[in-house]
């Protein structure tokens, strides 16, 4: 056999060789057709292989696909950072475009620090961030992550953040039930300013729905207006990190519209290119630019591809298309329906545990005993095992936690939004 030369993510595993991909569907060379169930990494979100987005990116690549930004701005990145401002209710966002959702929600770590020193407080630079999350794979982003399995080697490098409660209703961190709750976990971020001092916090970075690290936690009700108006009154900053959540896979164009709270920083990703190119984006509220276009003027963040123009052509065509095909609507309205079917599933298969999810980011979560909660044993591997058998039926899920840091074995269930009831039921 030939030497490989790609590092793939294991390196002795058989990948199969993508050859196309159309609508909800992926095909390999050999022919074999998969479900996209999970929008590969909840990131496909007009599906594959979609002609206007074709259409526009060779519309752009024709005219100029980059320049650097300290030389130019580009019309496409001009209407992009105006579109996402007019489509957060509030709208008076700016934008700052980067290219993955890691550097979507660091850049918001910054430019949250960046805030408080042109302010003059300089001690304010630390960000509060929950146990059970993922907000991205570089240094700053991982140290604001509550990932166990993806820290672990570079715990000496990175920055030692506090972490709070997540809000994981199936397994209450303080053992409440919806009776008893009173949104404990909520409570649990001003405990936390208390003991380390406002004085000493730039930000708070939460995901509005848990992902990766949890597999589609939704919080209870009520959760995020009472951490805004925490962090309000204790002058720190509330980063949403909508990089799974936004662009219309819960049913909203952006995740926080369900719970009506506006974030002061916003990191987006994934679907806002729908996975045709690279594309991220901090959205930031007019008044923490405030300081520092009365400062500095000038972002201390950015990367060589951020705000290119074919990135920003191909984002604006993707909205478009969700506009046009009302995808946000199509995503409440299906994932409900697959929702239900998720539950009848459920019914006759012992080890599901919970289903939960908002619009098209559903969970699945795996116990040994359903009476109890009982997870199973880290080693007994069980979301890969059922993530490889589903993929051998031709079907792609998307793996959450598994068993670390109190979170049970789930997998996350988001196909692309234009997927149709008779493929649901496929
Ligand atoms: N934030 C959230 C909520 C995510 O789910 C992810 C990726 O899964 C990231 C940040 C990091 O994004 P990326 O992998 O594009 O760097």
């Known amino acids: 056999m030939e030497r490989e030369h790609l590092i793939k993510p294991v390196l002795d595993h058989p990948y199969p060789t993508v050859q196309y991909g159309k609508g909800v569907f992926l095909y390999d060379d050999q022919g074999k057709a998969y479900l996209d169930g999970a929008s590969g990494a909840v990131t496909a979100g007009i599906g594959h292989g979609v002609p206007e987005i074709i259409e526009a990116m060779t519309e752009q690549a024709s005219k100029v696909s980059f320049v650097y930004r300290s030389q130019f701005t580009s019309e496409p990145a001009e209407k992009l950072a105006k579109k996402l401002s007019d489509l957060e209710p ?92 009173k949104l404990a976990c909520a409570d649990d971020l001003e405990t936390a300013i208390k003991r380390i001092g406002a004085e000493h916090i730039a930000a708070f970075i939460a995901e509005p729905i848990v992902g990766a690290a949890g597999g589609a936690i939704v919080p209870p009700e009520g959760y995020y207006k009472r951490i805004k108006e925490i962090c309000d009154r204790h002058e720190i900053l509330f980063i949403a990190d909508e990089v799974m959540t936004g662009i219309a896979r819960t049913g909203e164009m952006f995740g926080m519209q369900h719970d009506g709270v506006e974030p002061d920083l916003i990191a987006l990703g994934k679907g806002l290119s729908a996975g045709y190119t690279p594309m991220a984006a901090t959205l930031v509220k007019d008044h923490v630019m405030a300081p520092i276009l009365q ?69 699945i979560e795996f116990v040994r005993n359903r009476d109890d909660k009982e997870m199973f044993p880290p080693a007994a591997g069980i979301t890969a095992r059922i993530i490889d058998k589903a993929f051998h039926k031709g079907l792609l899920v998307y793996p959450a936690a598994g068993a670390v840091d109190g979170a049970g074995d789930a997998i996350i269930v988001a196909p692309p939004l234009v997927i149709t009831e008779a493929e649901i039921d496929l």
């Open 90 to 181: 509030g709208g008076d966002y700016w934008a700052f475009f980067v290219n993955s959702g890691s550097e979507a929600t660091e850049t918001a770590m910054k430019i949250a620090i960046q805030h408080w020193q042109e302010k003059g407080r300089f001690g304010k630079n630390k960000v509060i961030s929950r146990r059970m999350s993922y907000h991205g794979i570089t240094m700053g982003a991982l140290s604001m992550s509550g990932h166990v399995l993806r820290r672990r080697r570079f715990i000496p490098l990175l920055e030692d953040f506090p972490v709070v409660a997540p809000p994981y209703c199936y397994r209450c961190p303080f053992k409440l039930n919806a009776a008893s709750c």
């Open 295 to 363: 400062g500095s003027k000038s972002i201390m963040a950015g990367h060589t591809y951020s705000a290119n123009p074919q990135s920003a052509a191909v984002s604006l065509a993707v909205l478009d298309y969700i506009e046009k095909h009302q995808l946000a609507q199509a995503a409440q309205s299906r994932g409900v329906y697959l929702m239900a079917k998720l539950r009848q599933l459920a019914d006759g298969i012992e080890i599901i545990g919970d289903v939960r999810g908002r619009g098209l980011l559903l969970g």
